[in-house]
């Protein structure tokens, strides 16, 4: 049983949120079974809702607490984007490569993930990290070429990796680039707060002359 002092310590270190979304069937729970638990089971079990592991690891230099968020792929859990999403610092956009539908359903993914996340910053609409992940190499044929979603994911400004989970091809690599640009995000969001705290003296706020003399320009 651990101590209080270890889940302490646990807090002091960056809690990144990472959620992955796709359609349903496209691999986003065994992917991440296989990252976390490095396991792989062919008996498929929708997400009902979201599941939910958590995976400590080094992140240059910084070691960070990886949250992953595992979706239901269906439009019936729509309902539970704002919670979901809130505070979410990457997303992975998750494909089959032998479904062409679910490449191409990507595109409301996003939109779906930024209306959800809504940051506060329009500008920020179009740094939010996404990393995309073509999953199931192993299937002998496919429907979704490289050069296709290469280009797709320019457009974005998102890195892609093809991967297999049940051969665990290149998922330590999509999700260790996750992590560091979650941590990107994360530090950001901490600058963005530091810079926003005001600090004032009360003594000088209940002077009767306070507001007169502050300066104008």
Same mark, same amino acid.
């Given at each position: 049983? !651990? *101590?209080?002092?270890?889940?302490?310590g646990d807090w002091t270190k960056p809690h990144l949120k990472v959620v992955l979304v796709g359609n349903s069937g496209v691999g986003k729970t065994s992917l991440m079974t296989r990252f976390v638990d490095h396991r792989f089971t062919n008996m498929y079990r929708a $997400? +009902? *809702? /979201?599941?939910f592991l958590t995976k400590e690891l080094t992140v240059d230099k910084n070691t960070v607490i990886l949250q992953l968020w595992d979706t239901a792929g269906s439009e019936r859990f729509f309902s539970l984007g704002s =919670? #979901?999403? !809130?505070?979410a610092h990457c997303c992975l956009l998750v494909f089959d490569l032998g479904s062409d539908s679910s490449f191409r359903a #990507?595109? *409301?993914? +996003?939109?779906? /993930?930024? #209306?959800? $996340?809504? @940051? &506060?910053?329009? =500008?920020? !609409?179009? $740094?939010? @990290?996404f990393i995309v992940v073509g999953n199931k190499t192993d299937l002998q044929t496919r429907q979704v070429c490289s050069e296709r979603v290469q280009q797709w994911c320019e457009g974005l400004g998102a890195e892609y990796f093809e991967c297999s989970a049940k051969e665990n091809t290149a998922v330590d690599s999509a999700f260790i680039t996750a992590a560091r640009a979650a941590l990107r995000t994360f530090k950001?969001? &901490? /600058?963005?707060? $530091?810079?926003n705290i005001q600090i004032t003296d009360k003594d000088q706020e209940q002077h009767p002359n306070y507001r007169e003399s502050k300066c104008s320009c």
């Open positions: 049983m !651990r *101590g209080l002092s270890d889940m302490m $997400t +009902i *809702g /979201v599941d =919670a #979901l999403y !809130r505070g #990507l595109d *409301g993914w +996003i939109s779906e /993930v930024l #209306l959800q $996340t809504d @940051p &506060a910053d329009p =500008a920020e !609409r179009g $740094t939010f @990290p950001h969001s &901490a /600058v963005d707060q $530091t810079n």
